[in-house]
């Protein structure tokens, strides 16, 4: 028997195509769910605008353009954070299924996090700056701002 013959005759066992076929079912599943959450989260966050932007002119909180560009603001910042949670947690979860070791990953992870993180300690304490001036209202996209 040649090695061509063995081969074709090992593909051609159903037991394994079934194994593979489960797997990539399930994580296809995983994916659209994510995709339908990243949707979900999307749509409830325009929601959200159209309330926020509500309570500020009940409120008197500044202009109406003023108050749409600081929800847009903040609800794009939220939607990158929800979108990119939903997909990290949904990436995680198929490479499980697929059959990887999740503990050594997520402990490289953690350590290139920690590395990463003390490294780069000023330029995320200037990103949450910037992000409580969006929040506290002080600054919006499209503001000019000048400093020194």
């Known amino acids: 028997m040649s090695a061509w013959d063995k081969l074709t005759a090992d593909l051609a066992r159903p037991e394994l195509w079934v194994g593979w076929a489960e797997r990539s079912i399930r994580v296809i599943l995983i994916l659209a769910l994510a995709w339908i959450l990243t949707r979900i989260a999307r ?3 325009s929601r959200l605008r159209g309330y926020v932007i509500g309570m500020m002119d009940r409120r008197g909180d500044g202009a109406a353009i003023g108050a749409e560009n600081r929800a847009a603001t903040v609800i ?5 954070i929800a979108s990119f949670a939903i997909w990290i947690v949904a990436l995680v979860t198929a490479l499980g299924d697929l059959g990887y070791q999740l503990a050594p990953l997520l402990a490289g992870l953690g350590v290139a996090g920690l590395a990463l993180g003390l490294g780069a ?3 995320i304490k200037d990103w949450l ?3 409580f001036l ?3 209202d002080q600054a919006r996209i499209g503001d000019s701002v000048t400093i020194n």
């Open 43 to 45: 749509r409830l966050l």
């Open 76 to 80: 794009s910042a939220l939607g990158k």
């Open 121 to 123: 300690q000023t330029l």
């Open 129 to 131: 700056g910037g992000l």
């Open 134 to 136: 969006f929040l506290e």
